[in-house]
């Protein structure tokens, strides 16, 4: 099961606890266990902010500065596809920005946002590494390049539509 069809659970304050304590017997233990609440359960829950400050003696707002300098953290579940779009140089020269566009106009979400359907999570990356495949883009963990306004609305239609498409 992925983190996205994870973050629908309720958080558990057995399960966040355990995570705490696995990772508490170090000091400047807060980004790994931040890291791991976010895997399992797609986003970091605003009650687990208060429980890591209980267990560990971190003062909550230290924790909540930590999640939110990191980019890579949300506080919200994330729509059931997470789409990041490469916007590194070789992909912005190649048509990014037409790409964004086309995600957008397809999934009514911008980047650094979740369509109101809650199907997609636009999400901005600095690069994939996939700079002679340029556009590129990633859908959960499945790599798209070389990418058109009409091969996005393709790719999207198809997670939109579930695996009933792909039979």
């Known amino acids: 099961m992925t983190a996205q069809n ?3 659970d309720t958080p558990s304050f057995a399960v ?11 000091k400047g233990s807060a980004i790994p266990i931040l890291q791991e609440i976010q895997e399992t359960y797609g986003y970091i829950p605003l009650i687990a902010i208060e429980r890591i400050g209980r267990i560990t003696g971190i003062p909550d707002g230290d924790i909540y500065g930590t999640a939110t300098f990191y980019k890579m ?3 919200e579940p994330p729509g059931e596809n997470v789409i990041k779009v490469c916007r590194g140089t070789a992909c912005d020269l190649a048509g990014a920005a037409k790409i964004a566009e086309s995600i957008n106009v397809e999934t009514s979400a911008a980047e650094g946002e979740t369509s109101y359907d809650r199907k997609f999570t636009i999400e901005k990356l600095a690069c994939l590494g996939c700079c002679s ?28 539509c579930g695996d009933e498409g792909s039979a």
């Open 73 to 75: 953290f949300r506080f």
């Open 6 to 8: 994870k973050s629908w």
């Open 133 to 160: 495949a340029a556009p590129t883009l990633m859908i959960n963990d499945e790599l798209h390049s070389r990418l058109t306004p009409e091969s996005v609305r393709k790719v999207l239609k198809k997670c939109k």
């Open 16 to 26: 966040i606890d355990a995570i705490v304590h696995k990772h508490n017997i170090e």
